[in-house]
């Protein structure tokens, strides 16, 4: 089973861990209805590593990604990010993610764990005559989420970036 670079820290804290689609994961802490109320409440940190990193990058990243996903990610400036679905030429959905721009011929799109391999093989499969490269680095990532009703205000006290 797969583990996060944050696991052993994780074990420490008490975490109880469950298998999540091939990755042990933390379910809670203290409690899942505690935790629960505090990010209703408050925020939550997550490890959200598991997750899928797909970068697209080349002289026609934005093309392909306009053509992967129905949301205009012509809107995106470096930076900034998109929540969108990842569908067929015809519409059909095949998952959701979310679509980052890093530079205007780089985008990363993040796509759910438990259809990481399943989605890259798609987008990879589905490159044709567009100009770009298609890299799976999933295993190069550690994410974390913070939600929650105060999550913005804890970030910001954290950075000098206007979020």
């Known amino acids: 089973m797969k583990t996060t670079k944050l696991y052993s820290s994780q074990k420490k804290l008490g975490a109880k861990m469950i298998e ?5 994961m933390p379910v809670n802490f203290s409690g899942i209805i505690e ?12 490890d959200v590593s598991h997750m899928g990193e797909i970068m697209i990058s080349g002289k026609q990243a934005l093309d392909f990604v306009q053509y992967l996903t129905p949301n205009n990610a012509a809107r995106l400036t470096p930076d900034k990010a998109q929540y969108t679905a990842l569908t067929t030429p015809k519409g059909t959905f095949i998952d959701d993610m979310l679509v ?8 990363l799109c993040v796509v759910n764990a438990a259809n990481s391999d399943k989605d890259y093989e798609w987008i990879l499969s589905h490159k044709g005559g567009f100009d770009v490269s298609v890299e799976n680095q999933s295993d190069r990532y550690t994410q974390l989420a913070i939600q929650g009703r105060e999550a913005e205000a804890i970030l910001q006290s954290l950075t000098g970036i206007n979020l």
């Open 20 to 24: 999540f689609f091939g990755w042990e």
């Open 35 to 46: 935790e629960h109320m505090a990010v209703r409440t408050k925020a939550g940190l997550f």
């Open 100 to 107: 980052y721009c890093l530079d205007e011929d780089k985008y």
